[in-house]
C-alpha cells in the first residue's frame, strides 16, 4: 500500500509570506500531481512532475519533485489571500490494468494566508 | 475549458436504497475513474475503466459497487444497496493518458 505523507496539515501566514509544503512517501511513482481542492468542490489540477529533479513553475509556485521520485514540494512566494486552499499531493501508479494510473492522494495541506 | 459534469450534486437516500450516480467525462477522454472522500478523510480511488470495462478496482469497490458506459458520453456509478458508511462525496475524473486527471465538481451522497 503506498502512503503519501503531506506536512504540514495546518498552515495559517500573513500575506507576503512564503511557505513551503511537503509530500513524503517511500515509494517510488511515475509521477506526482498537485491539486488544489475548494470546500464542496472536486480537485483541481495544478501541475504534474515526471522526471527525478524537476522543477515547475505556475506564477507564484514553485513545484519540484525529489531525485528519487519519492517526495515532492510546492512552495509559494509572496502569498496572497487568493492562495487559500486545500493543497493536495497525488501519486500516479501505472494501474494493474497497465493502461491507466490511479492517483494516491495525501490527506492535504490547508492554508490560510490572511490579509 | 472542457469540464467533467457530475449529477446530482446531493442524493439523499435511504438505507438499503439503490443510487446511480452520473458522470459526463471530457469527450475526447478515454480514461475514466471514480474516487470518493469521505468527510475529514482523504480522496480515495474506487474503480477505472477503459475501453469499455473496469481495468482496475481497490478493495472499497465490493460487489455492491459497479460501473457503467451505457452510451458514448455518460460514465454511470450504481451502489446497489446502500449503507451508511458509503455517505461521501463521491468525484467522477477523466484523463487523456492517464496522467492529468480533470475531476468533476462530485456528488454528494447521503445515507440516512
Known amino acids: 500500500t503506498q502512503l503519501l505523507e503531506q506536512s504540514p496539515q495546518f498552515l495559517s501566514i500573513q500575506e507576503g509570506e512564503n511557505l513551503t509544503v511537503y509530500c513524503n512517501s517511500s515509494s517510488v511513482f511515475s509521477s506526482l500531481q498537485w491539486y488544489r481542492q475548494e470546500p464542496g468542490e472536486g480537485p483541481v489540477l495544478l501541475v504534474t512532475?515526471?522526471?527525478?529533479?524537476e522543477v515547475k513553475k505556475l506564477k507564484r509556485l514553485t513545484f519540484q519533485f525529489g531525485d528519487a521520485r519519492k517526495d515532492s514540494s510546492l512552495h509559494i512566494t509572496a502569498a496572497q489571500p487568493g492562495d487559500t486552499g486545500l493543497y493536495l499531493c497525488a501519486g500516479a501508479m501505472v494501474g494493474s490494468g497497465g493502461s491507466n494510473y490511479k492517483l494516491t492522494f495525501g490527506k492535504g495541506t490547508l492554508l490560510t494566508v490572511n490579509p | 475549458e472542457p469540464e467533467v459534469t457530475q449529477t446530482p450534486s446531493h442524493q439523499v437516500t435511504q438505507m438499503g436504497q439503490e443510487v446511480i450516480l452520473r458522470c459526463v467525462p471530457i469527450s475526447n477522454h478515454l480514461y475514466f475513474y471514480w474516487y470518493r472522500q469521505i468527510l475529514g478523510q482523504k480522496v480515495e480511488f474506487l474503480v477505472s475503466f477503459y475501453n469499455n470495462e473496469i481495468s482496475e478496482k481497490s478493495e472499497i469497490f465490493d460487489d455492491q459497487f459497479s460501473v457503467e458506459r451505457p452510451d458514448g458520453s455518460n460514465f454511470t456509478l450504481k451502489i446497489r444497496s446502500t449503507k451508511l458508511e458509503d455517505s461521501a462525496m463521491y468525484f467522477c475524473a477523466s484523463s487523456s493518458r492517464g496522467r492529468g486527471y480533470t475531476f468533476g465538481s462530485g456528488t454528494r451522497l447521503t445515507v440516512v
Open positions: 512532475v515526471v522526471t527525478g529533479g
